[in-house]
């Protein structure tokens, strides 16, 4: 089992910055994974960003050049955001990949406004 606990979530005007921050607990040592996803109200829940062991990350369209997605040690990610709009307005989650499985976080809001 793997726990996931974020941090960093909050309200921000447009153009502003936040980082988000996900520490992984437990069976972290096969965790080939970690990313974040969103989830916008009346929305289906979207990767954001993603990034393996080996360093190698992937983003949304939406995201690129604004978003970057760094991770520390085998258990700790984070998501520094900026030029944020008020369509990233979102629950985001922090997601690790163990094998066979995939954990997730709770989830912290994000609320960006015009």
């Known amino acids: 089992q793997v726990q996931l606990v974020e941090s960093g979530g909050g309200l921000v005007q447009a153009g502003g910055s936040l980082r988000l921050s996900c520490t992984a607990s437990?069976?972290?040592?096969?965790?080939?994974?970690m990313g974040w996803y969103r989830q916008a109200p009346g929305k289906q829940r979207e990767l954001v960003a993603k990034?393996?062991?080996?360093?190698?990350t992937n983003y949304a369209d939406t995201v690129k050049g604004r978003f970057t997605i760094s991770r520390e040690a085998q258990n700790t990610v984070y998501l520094q955001m900026n030029s944020l709009k008020p369509e990233d307005t979102a629950v985001y989650y922090c997601?690790?990949?163990?094998?066979?499985?995939?954990?997730w976080g709770q989830g912290t809001q994000v609320t960006v406004s015009s």
């Open positions: 997601q690790a990949s163990r094998l066979v499985w995939d954990y």
């Open positions: 437990g069976s972290i040592f096969s965790i080939n994974a």
């Open positions: 990034i393996t062991n080996s360093g190698s």
